[in-house]
């Protein structure tokens, strides 16, 4: 794979340079569902995964463990086995065009040019048989047209760029002999090295001291402000995204429950699932009043997914109602939605959610229910 220069298909039109669609947005991710395909039974990883993305914007992507987050952006990025993998529906458009029609060819150029994601473990996604610069050279060879020497000397400025010091000599080395948080910084050059319009960062932070994560964090919104790129990041703690993202999707058991702005996820959420993940971080304004109470029990088998509200086994809330229908998309003016039979109701809402969800008054809006996906 390495050293080998691949011809562009003769009609490949360079997906990065062109026009979002008036209407449309950069990254606009529709219904889209995906399902394993296994021995044990269907996997329900994505299940109606809806949001949208525009230049500039940085999304979190929140839930426990096993939510779906990797799945899903792998999905978008075409990472996915199929078979065991199966698109069941929905789709995904990155300036208007539909990533899941394109061919593999052509969603290796995507993959390398326009999205780039860094994945969750920094030691199985670099290859240890090469060394740093020549796998920082890859990229910028294939899809940008870099002589040998022209990568190696971007890849030395990327080194630099993020934070790693004799780059010169560094770029010599292997994985190995970098140490975890080096190993980040390395994923991010590699991702950053072909300049992309979206980066996703999958748990770009939690292996990571409390001073490299901040460090990881603000070297990421550099690069933002730099090149007005988009950014998903994707963790389980929702205090990490609380001061970066613009706009929150909160997955749980394959769906999104709740998706809005950052500030009304904070202020004005309306899905318990939320209110448990708000409660579960230290509180800016009410640390000190209140101890953090982590969600209790544990996310469900996504092969059997409880009857009604996948929450519902958790949720100190759930009613028969709950226990047998699966709600639908309750969704506001401004897009912000929530998957819970009594979002619609103000009163529920102001009663049960956290006392920091109340630190906004609310806007008057006038909420409207759109259909959702069924589980
Ligand atoms: N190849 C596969 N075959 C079957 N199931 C899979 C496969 N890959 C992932 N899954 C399942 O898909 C679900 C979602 O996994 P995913 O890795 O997206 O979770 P996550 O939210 O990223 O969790 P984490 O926070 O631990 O990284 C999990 O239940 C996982 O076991
Ligand atoms: S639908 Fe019911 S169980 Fe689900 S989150 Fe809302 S109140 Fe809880
Ligand atoms: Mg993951």
Known sequence: MFGRKKKKADDWVELKDQPVPEGSHLLEVDDLKMFFHTEDGVVKAVNGVSY???RG??????????S???????TIMGLIDMPPGKIEGGDVRYRGKSLLKMSEEQMEHVR??????????????LNPVYTIGRQLSEGMRLHMGYTKEQALQRSIELLKMVGIPNAEQRVKDYPHEFSGGMRQRVMIAMALACNPDILIADEPTTALDVTIQAQIIELMQEMQKKNGNAIIMITHDLGVVADVADKIMVMYAGSPVEFG?????FYESMHPYTWGLTRSIPDPVFDEKHALTPIKGNPPSLVNLPAGCPFSPRCPYATDLCRTKVPERFTTE???????????????????????SHTKTKSSKSPEVAKGGEA
Do not use: W
């Open 52 to 54: 949208t993305l525009d």
């Open 57 to 66: 914007e940085t999304l979190g992507v929140v839930g426990e463990s096993g």
């Open 68 to 74: 779906g987050k990797s799945v899903t952006s792998m």
């Open 112 to 125: 390398g040019n326009d999205i780039a994601m860094i994945f969750q473990d920094p030691m199985t996604s």
């Open 261 to 265: 702005t950052a500030d009304e996820i």
């Open 334 to 356: 401004t897009g912000h939605y929530s998957r819970c039979h009594y979002a619609h109701d103000p009163e529920f809402v102001r009663k049960n959610a956290p006392q920091t």
